[in-house]
């Protein structure tokens, strides 16, 4: 612990002009949230990409989601074996505790993940391949469905498919939780699936009778 460095200037900086502004101005709901808990009506799964900010694209308030990000915005399938799962942990919790009435998956364009996984399967990164890797074996979510696009010959169309199936791969394996199908069979939850161009800002949604993402 001694090789802990002291938080950067930068970041320190905008902390403290965070809280002698947007704190300041909004102090008696920073206390409610405190005292009262959190009462989120979404469970938000979103990649770490540093690009896409899901409380930015939606425009909400601290409290209003509960966020969850991964590469990829994947979940596994459910797999109660006992070890490690923080992705199942952060489901389990926003359903059974925060009683959420959605949960939302959101993909989006240029993902690093998807394109390792497309590196992986197309065999240009070997190094993904070692049993070492924990991108790479978490990457294996996904790689079932590279089939799926193995022969798009163009490598932005190509990604963009694998995508959109990276959040169509989460809604499945959402629904292999007997706690989430429950939820879904009674209505009282709700599991939505979207993709968003970084680029362009647009936003497209899983239509489940089409099987398709239209644009929103």
Not at 21 to 42: D, I, K, V
Request: net charge negative.
């Amino acid at each position: 612990m001694h090789r802990i460095k002291p938080l950067p200037s930068f970041l320190l900086q905008r902390y403290q002009g965070w809280k002698a502004t947007t704190h300041a101005e909004n102090s008696a709901w920073y206390r409610r949230l405190a005292t009262e808990g959190q009462r989120p009506r979404a469970m938000i799964i979103s990649c770490c990409d540093s690009r896409v900010h899901a409380t930015s694209i939606f425009g909400a308030d601290p409290g209003e989601f509960f966020v969850h990000r991964n590469i990829a915005n994947l979940v596994p399938p459910y797999a109660p074996d006992g070890d490690y799962h923080g992705t199942s942990a952060a489901v389990e919790y926003a359903v059974n505790v925060l009683k959420v009435a959605h949960i939302v998956v959101l993909g989006h364009s240029r993902c690093g993940g998807v394109q390792g996984c497309i590196d992986m399967c197309e065999g240009r990164a070997p190094e993904l391949e070692e049993k070492t890797s924990f991108v790479g074996r978490w990457m294996d979510i996904l790689r079932p469905k590279f089939s799926q696009v193995a022969d798009i010959p163009v490598m932005e169309d190509k990604a963009q498919q694998l995508e959109q199936l990276a959040i169509i791969t989460s809604m499945e394996n959402l629904m292999s939780f007997p706690f989430v199908e429950a939820r879904v069979d009674d209505g009282s939850l709700g599991i939505h699936g979207l993709w968003t161009d970084i680029a362009e800002g647009g936003m497209k949604q899983f239509n489940s009778k089409t099987q398709d993402f239209q644009p929103v």
